[in-house]
């Protein structure tokens, strides 16, 4: 197996120019699900993959001039930026393809289940199979067994949603962007949602972009740019009001956790027990009386 993380740890400059094409890339993220407008979302990538393509031409010719080549890296060559954002690239376009307004209806669940999933193989199978690289990755197991941290770590997240969550969606009125569930029906399907969504946040926004991201710069930056691009698809998704002072550290939290732990595994747990108070709140924000029992704030 190529060493692509042994090459990346070696060479993630503080500064750099791929910055530019990088935040122009994850800019498109905002313009495609928070300004809603795609034209702005096309031109930034447009953009970014253009200066990615200028800049690795820059590196390439000041690389010739100074005699240096892919020796540098003991015959490794450090990966392209180009090549990465594309991947970036292709996932939001795929995403960015279907509205991402919250419905349960059986062409709804499809169409995210055909959207989403798409964004998630096309960027792998083009790694693996195109570029002949181990960019993207999806560690479940990760770096071994849980600590007592990461345990109470699991507790906390329950804790924290019972106390936020509640309060966030109904005084902010968020919860009229999910469909009324009043039947059993329509419970289940907002379960099997909520959960299928929260699964493929993880594997794109971290396993993916967050990944890719990392190849190139810092922690603290790569998990900065990745959670733009997370945050801007849970505002289209429903979050919204003052959601981002929610989003933003879930984002970032989660970035810096898989980093810490290298388990897919342990941040879908994380996300999953989140979600499953997303889902509890919202099935009590639309049914009044049915789970007032269990939250502080009433339903509406």
Request: glycine residues 8%.
């Amino acid at each position: 197996m190529p060493a692509v993380d042994e090459v990346t740890v070696l060479h993630r400059p503080a500064v750099s120019a791929k910055l530019v094409p990088a935040i122009l890339v994850c800019l498109a993220a905002p313009a495609f699900f928070v300004l809603l407008l795609p034209w702005l979302g096309w031109a930034l990538l447009a953009a970014g993959l253009i200066a990615a393509f200028l800049v690795e031409r820059a590196d390439a010719r000041r690389a010739m001039a100074s005699g240096k080549t892919a020796d540098a890296f003991e015959g490794r060559r450090p990966p392209g930026i180009l090549r990465d954002l594309s991947l970036i690239a292709a996932g939001l376009l795929i995403v960015s393809a279907i509205p991402l307004k919250a419905e349960l209806d059986n062409i709804a669940m499809l169409r995210f289940t055909v959207a989403l999933g798409g964004a998630v193989l096309v960027p792998y199978l083009i790694s693996r199979f195109v570029y002949r690289d181990y960019a993207i990755r999806f560690p479940w197991r990760g770096g071994g067994r849980w600590t007592a941290l990461q345990w109470g770590w699991l507790v906390g997240v329950l804790v924290l949603g019972w106390l936020i969550l509640p309060f966030y969606f109904i005084t902010s009125g968020v919860y009229q962007n999910w469909p009324v569930v009043d039947t059993p029906d329509l419970v289940a399907r907002l379960f099997v949602g909520v959960g299928a969504v929260g699964i493929w946040d993880e594997l794109f926004f971290i396993c993916t972009c967050f990944a890719l991201l990392r190849r190139h710069f810092p922690d603290v930056q790569a998990n900065a740019l990745q959670a733009i691009i997370f945050v801007s698809f849970l505002w289209e998704l429903g979050y919204r009001a003052w959601g981002p002072v929610l989003t933003i550290p879930f984002a970032l939290l989660q970035g810096y956790i898989f980093m810490r732990t290298r388990s897919l595994a342990y941040v879908v747990t994380v996300h999953l027990l989140f979600d499953a108070v997303v889902f509890a709140v919202l099935v009590h924000a639309h049914n009044p009386g049915l789970l007032d029992a269990l939250f502080f704030v009433p339903s509406p």
